[in-house]
């Protein structure tokens, strides 16, 4: 099974499409475009996705002449990315002469509560989701991020919901691995953004890795590795650039050695550096010693919930400074002089 996002930058796209329309502006011009170049550089039939363009306009349309955007049309405005994205993964496994259906989520079984925008799933009917799926042709190129709530409304998981989505189905079909290809080699270390010489981890524990989702860092939904832990799913983090990379492999085994990761968080409005693994003294001073010694103050310090994250606290405009020295002096990796 294979289950997609929308292609990048288009749910951003039909954000502001959506609100566009509640202040009386409709087009879908980007929307097309975005999605007719990707059709073109793959050579396939740029009208392909005109039906679900017409569609989208039309829903353009109501929420202009009410000039008013429900957060239940929202979610169904944003369906389109991912809607439209299983539609052309579906069609490149079949112009390469592999058989493939696109398929709708929801029409899975794929079930959530109403909070329309951050819809959390409700426990799904596992053996009504592998029946579907074991009738759908060939592959089944699922949309991720979306479901239904009880009365048919149209939901979405939130940010990195296609992740969600992929373990959740995964464990109604007992898969035995659920692959998650990201522009990132791996979970790492640090934000590769802010800290450059951030390194992938190469097994990490899922409890760390479910730390890591809560306090911000963007490469998993935080609530995609507790399907995985139920149903004992083998779970990697891959790299969509280099499929030879190893990426990450997530395993039950708890890192016992001290931090793995360090990322900036805000906890209770203030901001912190969080040092995630193996509680350690030893690691926590060091951190210390080094902010310390590049003029950033600990203004607080404190422990997760789970025990598996330490606070530092720090003044935010010195958060990504503090972000760099702390994994410099915890999880840079060590200099060879030889």
Known sequence: ???????????????????????????????????????????????????????????????????????????????????????????????????????????????????????RPLPS?????????????????????????????????????????????????????????????????????????????ERLGFADAEELGHLGARVLHPDAIAPAVRAGIEVRVRFVEDPSHPGTVLTEEENTEGPVAAVVTVQQARSAVAIVGARSAEAESNARRALEEAGIPVEWTGHSASGRATFLGVDARDSVGALRCVHGALLAPAVRND
């Open 1 to 119: 099974m294979v289950v997609v996002s929308a292609l990048e930058g288009v749910t951003d796209l039909l954000v502001q499409a959506a609100r566009a329309a509640a202040r009386g502006d409709v087009s879908v011009e980007t929307v097309r475009v975005r999605h007719r170049g990707v059709l073109r550089q793959l050579d396939a039939d740029p009208e392909r996705l005109d039906r679900y363009i017409r569609e989208l306009n039309l829903l353009l349309e109501s929420i202009s002449a009410r000039r008013d955007l429900s957060a239940v049309e929202l979610d169904h405005v944003l369906s389109f990315g991912e809607r439209a994205s299983a539609r052309i993964v579906a069609g490149c496994f079949e112009a390469e002469g592999i058989s493939a259906t696109p398929v709708d989520s929801y029409d899975l079984g794929l079930t959530t509560d109403s909070n329309h925008g951050n819809a």
């Open 125 to 201: 009917a596992h053996a009504e989701i592998r029946r579907s799926v074991e009738n759908i042709p060939g592959i089944p190129v699922v949309t991720g991020f979306l479901a239904k709530d009880r009365s048919g409304n149209l939901t979405t998981l939130g940010r990195n919901g296609s992740d969600l989505s992929a373990a959740l189905l995964a464990e109604a079909i007992h898969a035995d691995t659920v692959e998650f290809w990201k522009g990132v080699p791996g979970v790492l270390t640090a934000d590769p953004s802010v800290v450059p010489d951030a390194r992938p981890i």
